[in-house]
């Protein structure tokens, strides 16, 4: 069997204690589901081809260096983090579709992640990113960055205030067009629930056309996209997306070990 | 084994401009980041401070200068989320002409009897899920014969895994992670 497997998280018992927790509970890791995530080597992408590890990966069984991670706290989320309409501000207003981006993170038992880091970062209404490579010829808003960061709270729901990002083109072939997008960082409890992932909008003509979304099997790519809530939108202000986040978790069928 | 009730959110790359998101500050932006390449500043250090080094190589051997890595070790004592070290890092490859990371941390101690060793993870441009390595030092030879991840690699791939360690500017260990070729890295099913 190549299960994973870990006493509980976080303490290091001594071996003493680690035996005697073996036959009580053993917690196994969730795999990487591949029917979901992007396979590395997708040709229409191009570059994955100089990219994409070629052999296959080496099974590992977990230790505490995967079932732990790090952790951050309150104490690095500033007053307008998980305001991009605000947290950028020099003369006005950034301009744009003013948006909100909420949703629960869980594991996928639907448990929810607490107080997990969440960071974003995206174009601005014309499609351009701040970054100094983006070389797309269309304007900057000097009222907004573009990157934020929030922690779930403790039912694992998060927020963010933002502009809805524009398209943009980009030199994959031939009048490509990357879809509205946001960028998502996500941590969860430890490092083997790293995940970093993009929200679409619902219907988005370019999706059809884009590689990146594309690479994600089929039966994957809904959970990419946020959905247009009424109950999210807040009245004469912005409108609202929902997007919620699964990240990897415990199989928690228990079974003996000895 | 039970169904599980919710799919996984399927990964995406982190595309050419996460350097003002993630690592806002390395590349010169003046909002702050969460974490950098420097795992020991502002804080009460024991053990052995070293440099990790390397480069990010694509397949036809050239350095890749849009990527990003994160590093998760232990603490010199082999202890993980201790309130003295944070043990958590991340560098992308854009600030340096030649591509290089560079961390500054101190050398992890054995977790749990495993050889000494640091999690990676690497993300870029062109990745659409990221891979996780390991880095291992070449000085814990001993060790290393012993440790039951290592021995789970092929012989011939395992110098993969192993960075090497110079004294010519302090303590310096070089790991390239090629992601291609004949030496192409050992990415593990973490």
């Known amino acids: ?84 309409t ?128 594309l690479g994600v099997p089929e039966k994957g790519r809904k959970l990419l996209i946020s959905e247009f809530k009424l109950d999210l939108t807040e009245d004469s202000f912005a409108l609202g997306y929902e997007f919620n986040i699964v990240l990897r978790g415990k199989n928690e069928t228990p079974f003996e070990t000895k | 084994m039970r169904e599980n009730k919710l799919l996984q959110t399927p990964s995406q790359t982190v595309g050419p401009y996460f350097a003002y998101g993630l690592t806002s500050q390395q590349y010169r932006y003046d909002h702050a980041q969460v974490a950098d390449g420097n795992l020991i ?54 600030t340096d002409k030649n591509g290089y990371f560079i961390f500054e941390t101190v050398k992890p101690g054995s977790v749990n009897e495993a050889a000494p060793h640091i999690n990676v993870i690497v993300f870029m441009r062109g990745l659409l899920s990221h891979v996780y390595t390991r880095i291992y030092f070449s000085d814990e030879a001993a060790a290393n014969q012993k440790d039951e991840v290592l021995r789970s690699v092929d012989e011939k791939r395992r110098a993969t895994l192993i960075a090497k360690r110079s004294e010519k500017n302090g303590v310096e260990y070089i790991f390239n992670i090629r992601m291609q070729g004949e030496n192409e890295t050992v990415f593990f099913d973490v």
């Open chain 2, 41 to 94: 500043k502002d804080n009460n250090n024991h053990g052995e401070c070293i440099t990790i080094k390397g480069q990010v190589l694509d397949g036809e051997g050239n350095f890749i200068p849009d990527a990003m890595i994160e590093i998760w070790q232990a603490n010199a004592e082999g202890n993980y989320n201790v309130c003295d070290f944070k043990g958590f890092g991340r560098q992308g490859t854009g």
């Open chain 1, 1 to 84: 069997m190549n299960e994973y497997q870990k006493v509980d998280r976080t303490t290091q018992l001594t071996d003493q204690r680690r035996s005697k927790a073996n036959t009580e509970k053993i917690t196994i890791m969730n795999k990487r589901d591949w029917s979901v995530h992007p396979p590395y080597l997708f040709p229409d992408y191009k570059s994955t081809v100089l990219r994409a590890p070629t052999k296959p990966l080496i099974p590992l069984k977990h230790t505490l260096s995967e079932l732990t991670g790090p952790v951050y706290g309150h104490d690095m989320i500033g007053k307008y983090d998980n305001d991009l």
């Open chain 1, 86 to 213: 605000k947290n950028a501000i020099k003369n006005g207003e950034p301009l744009g579709e003013r948006i909100i981006v909420a949703g629960k993170v869980t594991d996928e038992n639907g448990r929810p992640v607490r107080d997990t880091l969440i960071e974003v970062w995206q174009a601005n209404a014309a499609g351009r990113y701040i970054h100094k490579v983006d070389q797309h010829n269309a304007p900057l808003d000097p009222n907004f960055l573009g990157a934020g960061r929030c922690l779930t709270d403790n039912e694992g729901n998060y927020k963010f205030y933002t502009i809805k990002p524009g398209a943009y083109p980009w030199g994959n072939h031939s009048n490509a067009w990357r879809p509205n997008h946001i960028h998502f960082s996500l941590f969860g409890n430890h490092i083997t629930s790293r995940l970093v992932t993009q929200m679409y909008f619902p219907g988005d003509p370019l999706l059809q056309y884009d590689p990146v979304f």
